[in-house]
Nanobody, 123 residues
Framework: QVQLEESGGGLVQAGGSLRLSCAAS????????MGWFRQASGEERELVAA????????YYSDSVKGRFTVSRDNAKKMVSLQMNSLKPEDTAVYYC????????????????WGQGTQVTVSS
């Protein structure tokens, strides 16, 4: 079992930055690939970033590449998403997810989800 809890969401102006954090607990959290998804109102949930259990490999969707950075600290059981140059279209609920399946990051498939944190970017 892996438990996930996000924090760090909020309201920011376009061009600003936010840092999301995900605290993980459970036996498998240090060996799980971790991902960040987002779901805007009326839209499907989409993967925006993922990181391998070692932290060596990362994946970013085209919409956030160059603006977002995913990182993890296995000793602290934390995963972070640094979001810079935010745009109104980044507005969504952001979810942390863990995967034990060993699939390539681009095909990240979640086994566990956090409860989500709202990010709102005003224009």
């Amino acid at each position: 079992q892996v438990q996930l809890e996000e924090s760090g969401g909020g309201l920011v102006q376009a061009g600003g930055s936010l840092r999301l954090s995900c605290a993980a607990s459970g036996r498998a959290c240090s060996t799980s690939a971790m991902g960040w998804f987002r779901q805007a109102s009326g839209e499907e949930r989409e993967l925006v970033a993922a990181i391998s259990w070692s932290g060596i490999s990362t994946y970013y969707s085209d919409s956030v590449k160059g603006r977002f950075t995913v990182s993890r600290d296995n000793a602290k059981k934390m995963v972070s998403l640094q979001m810079n140059s935010l745009k109104p279209e980044d507005t969504a609920v952001y979810y942390c997810a863990a995967s034990l399946r060993g699939t390539p990051l681009i095909r990240f498939s979640s086994d566990y989800w956090g409860q989500g944190t709202q990010v709102t970017v005003s224009s």
